[in-house]
T-cell receptor, first 116, second 112 residues
Framework: DTAVSQTPKYLVTQMGNDKSIKCEQN?????MYWYKQDSKKFLKIMFS???????INETVPNRFSPKSPDKAHLNLHINSLELGDSAVYFC???????????????FGSGTRLTVV | DQQVKQNSPSLSVQEGRISILNCDYT??????FLWYKKYPAEGPTFLIS?????DKNEDGRFTVFLNKSAKHLSLHIVPSQPGDSAVYFC???????????FGQGTTLQVKP
């Protein structure tokens, strides 16, 4: 009955590897997001998709590529991982592209990525 | 350039007293403000929001106040309970971009 689920929860990998994080929501929401929480604890948006269409693409290295096969899924693929990519990555969803005005986002529990 | 700031990294309050968490913003185009609560190893959960056309919104023990002239909002928790101990994030949105901009969070500790 998990609303927004992301896997894996923890990911430890070596520099230079390619990895993916998966996200699925069963809320029927139209919009999904990837946020990154860095070492200073700021939550910053990376991407958002509305009905499989990319609508937000912040200044993120092109080693990061989101993929949305359908509106219930938004995966994040990262190529050539670097030490600075270590962070917690949160997937989220909202009712519509208006950021769920007043309803907020529903977040997944996060994926802690550690690059060694 | 951080548009949403929470200048107090932590706050400690006695159970039963009021907790006041503060948030400042710089962009006058923000039209919605939200508060999220986060426990360790979990994602943030939506707590309460306020539209920029209002100055107060209340939901049970939680009240958010908005002062647009000062570009400041606050979250009041009364009475505070130990289960309220968590990190609280302030967030703001503007336009129809679907983008929430978050502050860096304030860790609230409610002591029994």
């Amino acid at each position: 009955d998990t609303a927004v689920s992301q896997t894996p929860k923890y990911l430890v990998t070596q520099m230079g590897n390619d990895k993916s994080i998966k996200c699925e929501q069963n809320l029927g929401h139209d919009t999904m997001y990837w946020y990154k929480q860095d070492s200073k604890k700021f939550l910053k948006i990376m991407f958002s998709y509305n009905n499989k269409e990319l609508i937000i693409n912040e200044t993120v290295p092109n080693r990061f590529s989101p993929k949305s096969p359908d509106k219930a899924h938004l995966n994040l693929h990262i190529n050539s991982l670097e030490l600075g990519d270590s962070a917690v990555y949160f997937c989220a969803s909202s009712l519509d592209r208006g950021d769920g005005l007043g309803y907020g986002y529903t977040f997944g529990s996060g994926t802690r990525l550690t690059v060694v | 350039d951080q548009q949403v700031k929470q200048n107090s990294p932590s706050l400690s309050v006695q159970e039963g007293r009021i907790s006041i968490l503060n948030c400042d913003y710089t962009n006058s185009m923000f039209d919605y403000f939200l508060w999220y609560k986060k426990y360790p190893a979990e994602g943030p959960t939506f707590l309460i929001s306020i539209s920029s056309i209002k100055d107060k919104n209340e939901d049970g023990r939680f009240t958010v106040f908005l002062n647009k002239s000062a570009k400041h909002l606050s979250l009041h928790i009364v009475p505070s309970q130990p289960g309220d101990s968590a990190v609280y994030f302030c967030a703001a949105s503007g336009g129809n971009t679907g983008k929430l901009i978050f502050g860096q969070g304030t860790t609230l500790q409610v002591k029994p």
